[in-house]
């Protein structure tokens, strides 16, 4: 069972940075996709976050529109972390934020994991 523990998140006002960490329990990255999600207020179903960045196996990156151009997601191998440097931050980035593993095994089944989140709150 992989555990996944996120860290970073707090109150920042409008146009500040935030860097989000998310530690893994053992070294997976060349076996799991990582990814950041958000869940903004009001949304509390799991199928209702949004996935934001995501690193695959092989070291590619990418990203949703709304933080295309201010977030980068990276990862450092010896450390077993993943990070989501967040910059020109906007009220609207307001969320949980949650590290995400994911592989696709045999039969095309999924198996992911989920850090606990962390909230960040933009606001003047």
């Known amino acids: 069972q992989v555990q996944l523990v996120e860290s970073g998140g707090g109150l920042v006002q409008p146009g500040g940075s935030l860097r989000l960490s998310c530690v893994a329990s053992?070294?997976?990255?060349?076996?799991?996709?990582m990814a950041w999600f958000r869940q903004a207020p009001g949304k509390e179903r799991e199928d209702e976050r949004e996935l934001i960045a995501v690193i695959i196996s092989a070291g590619d990156t990418g990203y949703d529109d709304s933080v295309k151009g201010r977030f980068t997601i990276s990862r450092d191998n010896a450390k077993n972390t993943v990070y989501l440097q967040m910059n020109s931050l906007k009220p609207e980035d307001t969320a949980v934020y949650y590290c995400?593993?994911?592989?696709?095994?045999?039969?095309?089944?999924?198996?992911?994991?989920w850090g606990q989140g962390t909230q960040v709150t933009v606001s003047s």
């Open positions: 995400n593993a994911r592989r696709t095994v045999a039969g095309n089944r999924r198996i992911d994991y």
């Open positions: 053992e070294s997976i990255f060349d076996q799991y996709s």
